[in-house]
């Protein structure tokens, strides 16, 4: 059993920052992917990015490459995700997702077995 701890959300004007920050506890795994998603009112979840827990290799969504960075603490069992050069169009919940095996692109949500209660980030014209 995995939990999954979101936080780091909130109101920010369109060209600002925001650090998500999500912890996983209760199990560990030898091999693994944590990835963020989010959703929009009315709107299917989307992949945003992803990590592999070991060797760090990274995927991105095209709308948020140079904008968004992921990023791990392995100690601390923590994922991050920088969001830069926020828009309006970022504005949704945002949900982190681990997968208990390594997945080589890890877009989709399905590949992923639990997840986080999610953080609300909201981007002002």
């Known amino acids: 059993q995995v939990q999954l701890v979101e936080s780091g959300g909130g109101l920010v004007q369109a060209g600002g920052s925001l650090r998500l920050s999500c912890a996983a506890s209760?199990?560990?795994?030898?091999?693994?992917?944590m990835g963020w998603f989010r959703q929009a009112p009315g709107k299917e979840r989307e992949f945003v990015a992803a990590?592999?827990?070991?060797?760090?290799?990274?995927n991105y969504a095209d709308g948020v490459k140079g904008r968004f960075t992921i990023s791990r603490d392995n100690a601390k069992n923590t994922v991050f995700l920088q969001m830069n050069s926020l828009e309006p169009g970022d504005t949704a919940v945002y949900y982190c997702a681990l997968g208990v095996r390594h997945i080589v692109m890890a877009t989709a949500a399905s590949d992923y077995d639990y997840w986080g209660q999610g953080t609300q980030v909201t981007v002002s014209s």
């Open positions: 990590i592999s827990w070991s060797g760090g290799s990274t």
């Open positions: 209760g199990r560990t795994f030898s091999s693994y992917t």
